[in-house]
């Protein structure tokens, strides 16, 4: 089993507080955080974003493996995955999780489409995300 990580430090109440995330790979150091970097969009990170950005580049890699595995060659993915925190009861909840990507590559575009649905709901953090989870492709 591969293992990774990351780490969050907090400081303070809920609005006034402040925080720092980092990886254990230094790819983030005390990158920033808090209440106003994810409600009132202050710079610096939030939990949303960053499960985007892992959800993105694991899709991206599970997709890039199809392709290659399918025979389609010179592959360019750009993804985004776009998070949705809901009000829910008290308190909040991530329900939804949308990929928006553009392939190209040399090979069939039915392929490439094909090997798209697989990796939106196959790769790993789609695996883990208890969301609904869904896509906009582009093929060019």
Do not use: H, M, W
């Given at each position: 089993m591969i293992v990774k990580s990351g780490s969050a430090r907090w400081e303070g109440g809920l609005k006034d507080g402040k925080g720092?995330?980092?990886?254990?790979?230094?790819?983030?150091?005390?990158?920033?955080?808090?209440?106003?970097?994810?409600?009132?969009?202050?710079?610096?990170?939030?939990?949303?974003?960053?499960?985007?950005a892992a959800h993105a580049a694991c899709f991206s890699m599970a997709l890039a493996m199809m392709l290659q595995e399918e025979g389609v060659g010179n592959v360019r993915i750009e993804t985004t995955s776009e998070?949705?925190?809901d009000k829910e009861g008290d308190g909040f909840a991530i329900k939804t999780a949308h990929l928006n990507t553009r392939v190209s590559g040399d090979g069939d575009r039915a392929v490439i489409e094909d090997c798209a649905r697989k990796a939106e709901k196959?790769?790993?953090?789609?695996?883990?995300l208890n969301a609904e989870i869904t896509m906009d492709l582009t093929v060019a």
């Open positions: 720092a995330v980092s990886t254990k790979s230094g790819a983030l150091s005390d990158q920033p955080y808090g209440f106003n970097t994810r409600f009132e969009g202050l710079p610096g990170t939030n939990p949303e974003e960053l499960i985007g998070i949705g925190l196959g790769c790993p953090v789609s695996k883990l």
